[in-house]
């Protein structure tokens, strides 16, 4: 019977730009603790949920090679350079698909590991020889749906699977500044502390209503894609386990790093 003290944590990595992957800083030196850490655990999977794959429906990586998408634009040609060439795991994807049934779930073959992944990844787990899976967003469908999914999963971290979100509680790249963490807007960093303070807290319902903050929710999340990765790792929480932050930070104004822990890490 597993404990909290041996199945898997889940952890929600604020990831930032993609250029976290090639610079070291105190998120990815965290992001790099965390691995070295759940590396001695000998996860059997890594399953991600990444704000970058945001879909009508839901879909899961099914091929046995998924592919290292570089999905952004303007960028140094090294970051294109990066690959990662975790394998997949077809077997899981299928188990994923059973656990949310009567949900359709499409066996996906077309997508791969997008940079919401693969940039904490190369950190986190830099051999890249996990099998790592993705499940996409289904972007009709309200914030509950997306922390009940979570709770539908949190069965795969009793078994060896890492589950993984990767996004920013804060996220609006039209109000970013320039200037580091002196420059942060007084509505991201109070949106920022309630998340936290709410996850610190066991109150997953307030992480689950942030559209009650009213104007801050409005302005930190002015789409959802970044922020709902959050809910499925919530989601995953039991009753036993507490929540910790690994690191914390607001990025060029309008980007939260905040990288929170379900679980032992």
């Not at 930032?16 to 590396?39: C, F, H, K």
């Not at 690994?246 to 905040?258: E, H, K």
Request: glycine share 8%; proline share 6%.
């Amino acid at each position: 019977m597993s404990t909290s003290a041996t199945r898997m944590p889940a952890i929600f990595f604020g990831h930032g730009s993609p250029m976290n992957a090639l610079e070291d800083n105190r998120y990815t030196a965290a992001w790099e603790q965390l691995g070295a850490s759940v590396a001695l655990r000998q996860p059997k999977a890594i399953l991600s949920i990444s704000a970058h794959w945001y879909t009508r429906g839901i879909g899961v990586t099914a091929m046995p090679q998924p592919k290292t998408i570089h999905d952004f634009g303007g960028f140094p040609q090294a970051l294109f350079d990066v690959r990662y060439p975790a394998p997949g795991d077809p077997a899981l994807a299928a188990q994923v698909r059973d656990l949310l049934a009567p949900l359709d779930v499409t066996m996906d073959q077309s997508w791969g590991l997008d940079h919401g992944t693969w940039s904490v990844l190369v950190k986190a787990f830099p051999k890249a020889d996990v099998p790592v899976i993705q499940l996409s967003i289904d972007a009709t469908q309200p914030a509950q749906f997306h922390f009940d999914l979570g709770r539908k999963l949190a069965v795969l971290r009793e078994q060896g699977v890492l589950i993984i979100g990767s996004g920013d509680v804060v996220h609006n790249l039209r109000l970013m500044t320039r200037g580091g963490p002196a420059a942060a807007h007084d509505w991201a960093l109070r949106f920022n502390d309630h998340i936290r303070a709410s996850l610190l807290n066991g109150d997953l319902q307030a992480v689950i209503d942030y559209a009650d903050q009213g104007q801050d929710a409005q302005l930190s999340v002015p789409t959802p894609e970044h922020y709902l990765p959050l809910l499925y790792i919530a989601g995953t929480k039991h009753d036993d386990e507490a929540i910790s932050i690994a690191v914390d930070g607001i990025d060029i104004g309008s980007i939260s790093m905040l990288t929170a822990v379900v679980g032992t890490a």
